[in-house]
């Protein structure tokens, strides 16, 4: 057939550009999950692809026109998105090495159907069988290719699970360390066989073909490589996680025993009162035989303010939640509200007689309005609503806020992510609450409704003996789950 070799060099170009596209496609589908802007990703594959294209049609002499493309890529997710350059430098460096590792995996069976079909001596004299054939070669080529990049893209991402979390500079480092000496180990074997094909005018792999394999080795080594470096990171930053939520808890403990200790100096102080009220009654009772009127009027005012600040002080005794421990923490947030001009509402129940720990209900409760109380300043008319009420087995708590912004939901763990600007030393509240409800086989959901945040709490427990199994409706009153409970 005659320009058989025209029709061999179109195809060659088809199947490179066929190529190219489909790097470009899970390029998108790898970056996407990182990125705030999903037309980041879309516009990283269409500029790898497009600076390839290019590179190739000018004939560019560039040896890895991967890197300029994906250094290409890294500059158009940085201008649509520029926070976490740190973790785009990671994830550019990450798909620079897939692109070879599976192009280096699809070569093997490649080169194993070119043996097999095309170069057969029956092959030689049938241009047209052999050109059809070469074209199923590049097919299945590609077709191999598509299926390692998916394989190799959907591990990365199951392995690196928290990726809406900053990287830092220092990070960056302990990442890009292993990565760079697989990526120097390429540069070293592609230096190597050009050498041997400038020394002898063959191909390595041609001469000894156990390189080949040995070159597959280490890219398989060098994937395990990439899979145990992101692996160590997520192990690291869990355990960094952790940590904080153990300060944050350990913090909450101190400032919970110093309310404790506050109210027991309040009580002391009432039932001093009580104890002198004798003594008080006698002092009125003379003043008054005596006619000191204006004595008994000023000690009727002295006693009078006493009574007032004591009452003042004793809110906790109003919150009527069932238990103490969650009274002061009442008490304490519906203070904090009003100084900040919000409305508070409250129709918290403590599930007494269930096994819960009174501590766990105090992270719930001091996280939870803590936040709400936090988010509702700067929204009008604000407001902060906690109620909690029992079905069955299940006991729910409630926490209302007006809040004038927007959340933004991470992903991995339907959680919001910090809104303070100095996020990296927040956003731990929500997690102890998560960890808290867990720990009685239930979790926590957080829903925006127009300016109304609701965070709810489900926490579980076997069913109470004898009497103490009762059922208290959504939104009831303190009188009705009396009732209830009778």
């Keep these: 057939m005659e320009g058989i070799e025209f029709y061999w060099e179109i195809v060659s170009r088809l199947a490179d550009i066929a190529e190219t596209m489909l790097e470009g496609n899970f390029l998108c589908r790898f970056v996407r999950p990182f990125l705030k802007r999903k037309a980041a990703a879309q516009w990283a594959g269409i500029v790898y692809f497009a600076v390839i294209l290019f590179l190739w ?27 976490n350059a740190a973790q785009k430098i990671f994830l550019s460096a990450v798909m620079c090495l897939l692109f070879w590792l599976e192009y280096g995996f699809a070569l093997i069976p490649w080169n194993a159907c070119f043996e097999l079909v095309l170069l057969r001596e029956y092959m030689q004299d049938k241009e047209l069988l052999r050109f059809l054939a070469y074209i199923m070669v590049q097919v299945l080529h590609c077709v191999l290719q598509g299926i390692l990049l998916h394989f190799m893209v959907k591990l990365v991402h199951r392995v690196y699970g928290r990726k809406e979390e900053d990287v830092t500079k220092k990070e960056l480092v302990l990442l890009l360390s292993p990565l760079l000496l697989v990526l120097a180990g390429r540069f070293v074997l592609a230096f190597a066989v050009e050498t041997y094909l400038e020394d002898t005018g063959q191909y390595l792999w041609n001469a000894h073909g156990e390189f080949q394999w040995l070159k597959v080795l280490y890219q398989m080594i060098s994937f395990l490589t990439v899979l145990f470096t992101v692996m160590v990171y997520q192990k690291i930053r869990e355990a960094q996680q952790r940590e904080k939520e153990d300060a944050v808890l350990a913090e909450q403990a101190v400032r919970l025993k110093q309310h404790i200790s506050e109210a027991e100096k309040l009580y002391g102080k009432m039932r001093g009162l009580r104890h002198d009220m004798g003594n008080h009654v006698t002092v009125l009772e003379n003043l008054f035989l005596k006619n000191e009127g204006e004595e008994l009027r000023r000690y009727f005012r002295k006693l009078r303010e006493e009574f007032l600040c004591a009452d003042a002080d004793a809110a906790v005794d109003k919150m009527g939640s069932g238990s103490p421990v969650t009274d002061i923490i009442l008490a304490e947030k519906k203070r904090q509200a009003q100084e900040a001009g919000i409305e508070f509402i409250n129709d918290f129940r403590y599930p007494d007689g269930w096994g819960l720990n009174a501590f766990d209900v105090s992270v719930i409760l001091d996280n939870s309005l803590t936040n709400a109380i936090e988010a509702a300043k700067s929204a009008p008319f604000p407001y902060v609503k906690v109620r909690s009420w029992h079905r069955k087995n299940v006991f729910m708590a409630e926490v209302e806020n007006r809040f004038s912004g927007r959340l933004e939901f991470d992903g991995e763990d339907a959680l919001p992510r910090s809104t303070k600007q100095d996020a990296g030393g927040h956003g731990f509240g929500l997690a102890n609450i998560r960890r808290v409800a867990r720990k009685y086989c239930g979790d926590v959901d957080m829903v925006q409704e127009g300016e109304c945040v609701r965070l709810s709490v489900m926490l579980m427990f076997p069913m109470p003996e004898g009497d103490g199994m009762w059922e208290e409706e959504k939104g009831m009153g303190d009188a009705a789950a009396e009732r209830n409970r009778k």
């Design 57 to 83: 049609l000018t004939s560019c002499e560039l040896r890895y026109t991967d890197i300029c493309g994906m250094a290409a890529a890294f500059v158009v997710m940085y201008l649509f998105d520029r926070r």
